[in-house]
Each structure stands twice: as C-alpha cells, then as structure tokens.
Nanobody
Framework: QVLLVESGGGLVQAGGSLRLSCAAS????????MGWFRQAPGKEREFVAA????????YYSGSVEGRFTISRGNAKNTIDLEMNSLKPEDTAVYYC?????????????????????WGQGTQVTVSS
C-alpha cells in the first residue's frame, strides 16, 4: 500500500514563507505525477499545484501562481511546495496526492479525480 506523508506545515504570519514536503512510503512506487490540494474549513478541496514526471511540467492554480513553487525533492517520489508571500486565505489543510495512471490532458492535473493516493494532510495557518 502506498502512503504519502506530508511535513512542514505550521503557523506563519502573513507575508511569510513555509515549505511543505511529501514523500511516498514505498520506494518502488512509480507515479506519473504528484500534486498538492488544500481544503479550508467549510470549503471544498481545491487544486494548488502539480508536476508531471515525464515532461517536468508544472501546473498552478491562479490563486497561488507566482507565490508558490512545486519542485521535485532530492529523493525519488518526493515533492516540495515552497510557499511565499502567504496570505490568511491560504490557511487550510494541505494534501499531497499522486495518480496511478497518466493524465490524458493537462486539465486532468487540476482535478482531484486523477489522483488515487492521498496523504493525511498538514495544517497551514497564516495569521493576519
């Protein structure tokens, strides 16, 4: 069973930075991409960012583009999310996710339906 484990969440003031990391627990796990989603209290889960392994493309939601950067970690099947210029509206539980099949088009990366494996989440709180 593949487990995704997030780390790096916490409390930060508005304008500050945090770095999230995600690692797949199974070394032989081979995914096609990895991504981040978030869910704020009372709101639906939303896409944040993703990166595909094959072409190394990255995808961002409009609300974080220019402030967040997704990148591969040093170890296989790990990703990082560098979050800068954080805002109170970025407060949410952040989830790492990975699919077991390739995306058919770039738009698939933005949908939670592509992803089969999910982490338990890490809390990010941005104070004003």
């Amino acid at each position: 069973q593949v487990l995704l484990v997030e780390s790096g969440g916490g409390l930060v003031q508005a304008g500050g930075s945090l770095r999230l990391s995600c690692a797949a627990s199974v070394r032989t796990f081979s995914s096609y991409a990895m991504g981040w989603f978030r869910q704020a209290p009372g709101k639906e889960r939303e896409f944040v960012a993703a990166t595909s392994w094959s072409d190394r493309n990255t995808y961002y939601s409009g609300s974080v583009e220019g402030r967040f950067t997704i990148s591969r970690g040093n170890a296989k099947n790990t990703i990082d999310l560098e979050m800068n210029s954080l805002k109170p509206e970025d407060t949410a539980v952040y989830y790492c996710a990975a699919p077991s099949r390739p995306a058919r088009s770039y738009s698939d990366y933005f949908s939670g339906e592509l992803y089969d494996y999910w982490g338990q989440g890490t809390q990010v709180t941005v104070s004003s």
